[in-house]
C-alpha cells in the first residue's frame, strides 16, 4: 500500500477534513520528508490543477498525484448528480467529467464523493438511483477512455441519504456494470459510523478497493481517536489491496501534526 496526504485547494472548504491547505510546495516538501509517496488534491475546478502547478510540483518532490476530489463542485456551487434541477446536474457531470480529463494524464483518478447528493421530497430514491447510474455509466466510460478509473464514495448518515455502506456501493457498481473503470472509495471515517464491521466490508468489497481515506473514529489524524487499524490494515493486505491509503482527516492539532501521526499509523500498520 502507498501512503498519501490531501490538500485542499479550496479556501471555502475551511473546517473540513484536510491535512494541508493552500500551499502546495510547502505541502509537498513536508510530506516527502515525512515518507509519504503521494498527494490527493481537493481542487476548486480542474483548470486549478495547471493553475496551481500541483503536478509539476509534486513530480519535483518525487510524488504521485493520489486522485483528485471533485467535491469543490458541490463546496462552490451546489452541484450534485441528483439535483431536482437539470441544468446543475448537468453541470455536476460535467464537471466531474473535466476533472477526469484533468486528473488522467498525471494518474490521478477523480473522486465522486459529495457530488452524489441525496434524494429528497422532489426527487425520490428510485429517482436520485437512477440519475447517479445514468452518470455513472457516462463518467466511467469517460474515464476508461482517459485511460483512468473513477472513485465513488459511499459517505455517512449525515452527508448522504444515498450510498451510505460498501455494500450499496459495489451494488450500485454492479448496475453500472463498469467494474474495471469505476471502483470505491473507502473512507475508513464513513465506514466507522455505516459498517458493522469495517475489516469484514474491506474483505467483502475485495478487487472493488481503489482508494482508501485514511483518519481516525472521530475524523481526527490516525491515532487520535478509537478506530483499530490492526484488523483494517491486515483485511486490506488480505484482498491484495495496493492502492493509496490518503490521509482525510481534521488538520489537528495543526498539520504537520496531523500529518506526523498519519505517516506513524501508515508505518506501523498499512506499508507492504
Ligand atoms: C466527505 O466527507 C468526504 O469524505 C470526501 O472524501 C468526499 O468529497
Ligand atoms: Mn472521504
Not at 441525496?118 to 440519475?131: F, G, K, L, M, N
Not at 470505491?184 to 475489516?199: G, P, S, V, Y
Amino acid at each position: 500500500m502507498k501512503s498519501s496526504v490531501t490538500i485542499s485547494l479550496v479556501n471555502e472548504a475551511r473546517g473540513g477534513p484536510f491535512v494541508y491547505w493552500a500551499d502546495v510546495q510547502e505541502a509537498c516538501k513536508e510530506a516527502k520528508a515525512l515518507g509519504f509517496t503521494g498527494i490527493e488534491i481537493f481542487a476548486p475546478g480542474p483548470e486549478a490543477l495547471a493553475k496551481s502547478e500541483a503536478a509539476k510540483i509534486a513530480t519535483d518532490h518525487g510524488l504521485k498525484i493520489a486522485a483528485l476530489g471533485t467535491g469543490g463542485g458541490w463546496v462552490l456551487h451546489k452541484w450534485t448528480l441528483t439535483s431536482p434541477d437539470e441544468k446543475t446536474r448537468s453541470n455536476a457531470k460535467d464537471f466531474i467529467a473535466r476533472m477526469i480529463e484533468a486528473g488522467a494524464p498525471h494518474g490521478a483518478p477523480a473522486i465522486i464523493g459529495s457530488l452524489q447528493g441525496r434524494h429528497c421530497e422532489s426527487v425520490d430514491q428510485i429517482q436520485a438511483h437512477a440519475y447517479l447510474e445514468e452518470a455513472l455509466i457516462y463518467l466511467s466510460q469517460k474515464a476508461k477512455s482517459a485511460g483512468t478509473i473513477l472513485l465513488f464514495e459511499p459517505l455517512n448518515r449525515y452527508e448522504s441519504n444515498l450510498i451510505r455502506t460498501v455494500e450499496e456501493g459495489m451494488s450500485l457498481i454492479s448496475k453500472v456494470g463498469q467494474s474495471s473503470s469505476l471502483k470505491l472509495l473507502c473512507d475508513l471515517f464513513h465506514m466507522n459510523i455505516e459498517e458493522t464491521n469495517i475489516a469484514d466490508s474491506l474483505r467483502k468489497c475485495g478487487e472493488m478497493v481503489g482508494h482508501v481515506h485514511l483518519a481516525d473514529s472521530n475524523r481526527k489524524p490516525a491515532g487520535l481517536g478509537h478506530t483499530d487499524f490492526k484488523p483494517i490494515a491486515a483485511a486490506l493486505k488480505e484482498i491484495n489491496y495496493q492502492g493509496f491509503v490518503s490521509a482525510e482527516a481534521l488538520p489537528l492539532p495543526d498539520s504537520s501534526k496531523a500529518a506526523n501521526h498519519t505517516i506513524d499509523c501508515f508505518n506501523r500498520y498499512f506499508k507492504s
